[in-house]
């Protein structure tokens, strides 16, 4: 019934051309135009070329909005749509149907970041570092699971899908700017920037998984030292994200409504 | 044995009493509707039933169950229409029903389920693109796809055209004559006739008439109205036996009276006697509309909360 109900909502999403444009297309159009305006050289005090920073960042920007734009926004839509209280008529259990909606937003988010990183790769020359894989993977997931939790904060939080829609893009769209997504960090950027960016979780898991895409790091994508023999390790950027996540998920729980706002 | 037992159920909303003392049985493989206008606590009392809303108190047993905690078994035997429509457009009517029916562990099958729903060849058509009569009927599919003892249709035809209404009352008669028990609600008094077999008239979260809808007509529509038309006043040289129970409005006399035969005998001799002409003349039955806008009007002149 789990993976039936999965397959029935990526369905769902390969019939909204909005969401597959804003899920799938957009990171590789932001890869390719911010690729091409600051031209595919390396980038001053990172030691990494353009693509090489920016592939792993926009494949994490489009796990971000698989896992937390679209799933909190197509959720809000179904309850306004009284397809959420519909559903609970059903024998369908309703953690099933929550799951089945994550697992699909998952799934939405693994192929995005899939196209983003085999596009960074064979347009751009991405290296892709094998051995840091399963580091890259347990990140990405980690990552998925934090945002979808946020996502579910965000329905239970918002009444309608307007709302949910406006939020979200209100705490993604700045955020991005501050976690090393959109823009590059250089010297010149002023020191509170990363440190705004430090408090919430998306900074965390760009980093994190950015650095399965550095080679100034040597190591296996878990524990990386570096030239000078200091340890960087990936594990408080994954506690920020299950910090994150499970707040939301206990906030989700409390107050997610299945009703539509009474009209 | 009944198919939903009902008994003193009470529910308030923000201190308003949306449902009052309610108590009611619905035998198995009846159709029971509860018609009543907006507000009267019609769906309040269905989702109580269905399980979507707890009761304040009063006791509600629906399939031997309680709906509160045996919801997933109960589920699992009910089929629902509620009364907002709540459907995916990017899915076809296939894909619809076909989502639904692996939620139940033994659904009937699909192909029968689009030929009674008499949606077999708009099967591929997207949602979206559909007239609210079939994506009501495509609901109801939905309602039946579990193959379910018990269906609640909560206002299935409300903003629907003529023929699409028709058509839906074909389609309830049908899951009636097939054995399931139907809880419907409507505010038209003609459903209600056409479809059920017994009914409860709520008003203000009561229940001010309940009975099968000739035992209903035959209590409550006591009276008939004799009819012609009049100028303004009374003819001259009216029967002076009938001049003080006539009353003229609106180019009308009209006389309301529990056996009209005598009245139409004097009237009649009186008209052939003078010459009057009295071609205009009606004589029709109190019907249960006009009982049961009787009966609405009378309980909401009453105040908030008056007990009958």
Redesign the interface.
């Known amino acids: 019934m789990l993976i039936q109900e999965a397959i029935h909502q990526l369905r769902l999403f390969s019939r909204r051309p909005a969401a597959v444009f804003f899920v799938i297309a957009m990171p590789l159009v932001l890869l390719i135009v911010l690729t091409q305006l600051f031209g595919n050289e390396k980038i001053q005090g990172l030691g990494l070329n353009t693509a090489q920073f920016y592939t792993p960042a926009l494949a994490v920007f489009g796990v971000v909005m698989a896992c937390f734009t679209y799933l909190a926004v197509s959720t809000a839509t179904a309850r306004d749509l009284g397809i959420l209280k519909r559903v609970r008529g059903t024998p369908m259990p309703p953690a099933v149907y929550i799951c089945a909606r994550i697992i699909a937003v998952s799934v939405i988010a693994f192929v995005s970041l899939v196209l983003v990183i085999a596009t960074g790769a064979l347009v751009f020359g991405v290296e892709i570092i094998w051995e840091r894989a399963p580091a890259a993977a347990v990140v990405a997931v980690a990552g998925a699971l934090c945002f979808a939790s946020l996502g579910m904060m965000v329905t239970a939080l918002f009444r309608s899908s307007e709302t949910v829609q406006a939020a979200s893009s209100a705490a993604i769209m700045p955020l991005a700017f501050v976690s090393d997504i959109f823009v590059r960090p250089s010297t010149e950027t002023s020191e509170w920037v990363p440190l705004i960016g430090n408090l919430f979780p998306l900074r965390h898991f760009s980093i994190a998984f950015q650095r399965a895409f550095d080679y100034a790091y040597e190591g296996n994508g878990f524990a990386l030292p570096d030239a000078d023999g200091v340890v960087y390790s990936i594990l408080p950027h994954m506690g920020v994200m299950a910090l994150w996540g499970i707040g939301a998920a206990i906030i989700a729980a409390r107050f997610f409504r299945w009703e539509p706002r009474a009209i | 044995m009944s198919a939903i037992s009902v008994s003193q159920l009470c529910k308030s909303y923000d201190g308003r009493q949306a449902v009052q003392d309610l108590s009611f049985e619905v035998q198995k493989g009846e159709t029971f509707a509860l018609l009543g206008p907006n507000g009267a606590g019609k769906t309040t009392t269905i989702e109580i039933l ?3 809303r707890q009761a304040d108190s009063g006791s509600v047993s629906v399939l031997g169950l309680d709906p509160e905690k045996q919801a ?1 078994e109960l ?2 035997r009910t089929g ?1 229409v ?1 009364q ?5 457009p ?2 076809t009517i296939k ?1 619809t029903i076909t ?2 029916a ?4 033994a659904p009937r099958e699909i192909a029968a389920v689009l030929v009674d729903v008499n949606l077999a060849h708009l099967q591929d058509n997207r949602v979206g693109n559909l007239s609210g009569g079939q994506k009501r009927r495509l609901e109801i599919a ?1 309602g039946i796809v ?1 193959d379910p003892e018990l269906i609640f249709l909560d206002e299935p035809t409300t903003g629907l055209d003529p023929e699409a209404r028709r058509k839906i009352w074909t389609l309830i008669q049908r899951l009636n004559d097939n054995g399931s028990t139907i809880v419907l609600s409507s505010h038209y008094m003609d459903e209600v006739q056409a479809l059920a077999s017994r009914m409860a008239i709520m008003v203000d979260g009561q229940i001010a008439a309940e009975g099968r809808p000739r035992d209903l007509q035959r209590q409550h529509c006591t009276h008939s109205t004799i009819r012609f038309d009049a100028d303004g006043k009374l003819p001259a040289g009216f029967p002076a036996k009938l001049a003080p129970i006539t009353t003229v409005h609106d180019g009308h006399a009209e006389l309301v009276l529990e056996d009209p035969a005598p009245a139409l005998g004097i009237l009649m001799s009186w008209a052939e006697a003078e010459g009057h002409d009295l071609s205009s003349i009606s004589v029709t039955r109190q019907n249960l509309e006009d009982i049961y806008l009787q009966l609405v009007s009378q309980r909401q002149a009453k105040p908030q909360g008056a007990t009958p």
């Open positions: 269905e399980g979507y997933a589920k699992r629902l509620l907002t429509t709540a459907l995916e990017e899915l894909e989502a639904f692996r939620l139940y562990g939905l579990g």
